[in-house]
């Protein structure tokens, strides 16, 4: 759902990718700048994960609104969702369809 996240901000962007790292350490970096670092609290296990590096703890310094102008309100609120850090917490695909952003949209496209 992550992904999907993503690519639903890559889609409203014109095709510019939400975070363009050069790296992987950048890729996160910059995901934790617009979206605030995860903490054990607000991720709890993280910090067991294999992989896991501490980052500085940054706090969210634009908006969705700011990165994604063209994106309306239900728009916005069902990608916050779909950008939530833990995976536990994150939107599924079932509720993420049932959103009411896609209300919105004509029939056609819904039963696409």
Same mark, same amino acid.
């Given at each position: 759902?992550? *992904? ?11 095709? +510019? ?9 950048d890729?996160?970096? +910059?995901i ?11 991720? !709890? ?5 294999? $992989?896991?590096?501490?980052?500085p703890? /940054?706090? !969210? ?7 994604? !102008?063209?994106? *309306? *309100?239900?728009?916005? $609120?069902?990608?916050? +969702? ?7 917490? +994150?939107?599924?695909?079932? $509720?993420?369809?049932?959103? *009411? /952003?896609?209300? $919105?949209?004509? !029939? ?5």
């Open positions: 759902m992550w *992904s999907a996240g993503c690519i639903f901000a890559e889609l409203a962007n014109a095709g +510019r990718p939400l975070f363009p790292g050069s790296d992987v350490e890729q996160v970096k +910059r934790f700048k617009l979206l605030g670092t995860p903490t054990e609290e607000t991720w !709890p296990g993280m910090t067991s994960l294999p $992989d896991y590096k501490s980052f703890l /940054y706090q !969210p310094t634009m908006t969705l609104s700011q990165v994604c !102008p063209k994106l *309306s *309100s239900k728009g916005r $609120d069902l990608l916050q +969702r779909l950008l939530i850090c833990s995976p536990a917490v +994150r939107m599924s695909a079932e $509720d993420a369809m049932s959103h *009411s /952003y896609f209300a $919105d949209l004509s !029939p056609s496209i819904r039963n696409v």
